[in-house]
């Protein structure tokens, strides 16, 4: 069996959603009546029509098939070349469950339609949502869909009026076949609405593809007043209930509030003011008995009252001294100023003692028999003693310091044989006046 097929035209511009056509035409080359089965096949095939799908055809005679193809105006067909294979198949040699699938095909023809979708474009714009409330600055966004079979650029153009400004996020935009872009869109009022009712802004964003026409996304924004009716009868309420409380207040909490506190203070109060008079009592007799005995005195001796005795007499006085003593010999004595003169007391207030070598040895600061401090001198280097009730050393004793030398110190720089101390003593000699 021989068969030859051809097409017309072979290549083909189609408009996604019209329908167009070409012409196969099929020819029996052999000597016995045969049909003929077409089928449409390649990425086009599910597009494709043909008219008829069997034909039968005498020897050496054509017979043609309309072979018709639809591409639906839809994102998933994309603009460019789509290719459908027309298969011709002769009935008798049509598959049998003996016959394996080589020996059905090889007496098959196919051709070739080539198909150039062309591009269109569709795009849709909404506004999310599409009527917005607030009392300034609100955002929104505006949905951008291309469903055309090509990718576009599109450019925005907000148009807002003289109380409401529309500021989109991205004015231009790429968008692919059969996707979305969302924009960010920012809506300013221009004044703020402080009472009243809100008002209605009506506002739109124009999208312009770079090819086809512009689509329009219409959109009102209503601003509300920053005040909102409640607040001012919430505020008139608010200020009626302080109204009340403080009336409430001064007519009966503060009253016992004030009673309260005047009967716990009445008591301890008239007991105070008892107390006081009872001492202006005593204090008025106190005078008036003085005020007596003063008259008294006056008027028996007929002399006035003697004169009040003389103050003691106080000398401040800052004596130091030095005192050496050898090791293991006798106890160094020192005196420290004169006796103390009849009808007066030495009083110490300060005494500062220093040991400069670091000897060791037994320091004592004494009068007579009595011993008044006994010091290691081991244990200082500057020893400060300050006192608030001062040392008294009696009339007619001499102050003195002693001091037992045990161990010579070692400073630096030099090898004393002795032990070295010095004594301050700061005081006052205070003279009682005589009587």
Known sequence: MAVAVSIEPAALAAVPGEPVEAVVTVRNDSQIVEQYALQAMGPGGEFTTLVPDHVSVYPERTETVTVRVTVPRSPAVPAGRLDVAIRVVPTS?????????????????????????????????????????????????????NNGNDAIAVSLLSAGTERLSVVPRDPDLLIDAGHAQFVRVTLVPRRRIWRGQAASHPYSITVTPSSGEPV???GTHMQEPVFPPWFWKALLALAALIALLILL???????????????????????AQQQAAEAEEAAAGAQQTAQEAKDAAQSGSGEPPPPP?????????????TLTDQPGGAVATRD????????????????VFNNPQGDVATVQLAYDDT????????????????????IQIPAGQTLEVRMN?????????????????????TGATVTQPAG
Request: hydrophobic content about 45%; aromatic content about 4%; overall charge negative.
């Open 336 to 351: 420290i100023g004169p006796a103390v003169p009849d009808g007066a007391v030495f009083q110490i207030t300060d005494l």
């Open 309 to 321: 005795p003389p103050a003691s007499t106080t000398v401040d006085s800052a004596i130091a001294v």
């Open 216 to 218: 329009v996304a219409d």
């Open 405 to 425: 030398c045990v161990q010579v110190g070692k400073p630096v720089g030099r090898t004393p044989d002795r032990c070295l101390a010095t004594v301050l003593v």
């Open 249 to 271: 207040w001064n007519l009966l909490l503060k009253p016992t509030v004030e009673q309260t506190a005047r009967d716990a203070v009445a008591e301890p109060l008239a007991s």
């Open 93 to 145: 040699a049509a598959p049998t469950e003996d016959e394996p699938l080589v020996d059905r095909t090889t007496v098959a023809e196919v051709v070739e339609l080539a198909v150039t979708v062309e591009p269109f474009t569709a795009v849709a714009a909404e506004l999310v949502p599409r009527v917005s409330r607030s009392r300034g600055r609100k955002r929104v966004r505006l949905a951008v869909d």
């Open 371 to 390: 011993v008044l401090l006994n010091l290691s001198a081991e244990n200082y280097r500057d020893l400060d003693l300050h006192f608030v009730t001062p």
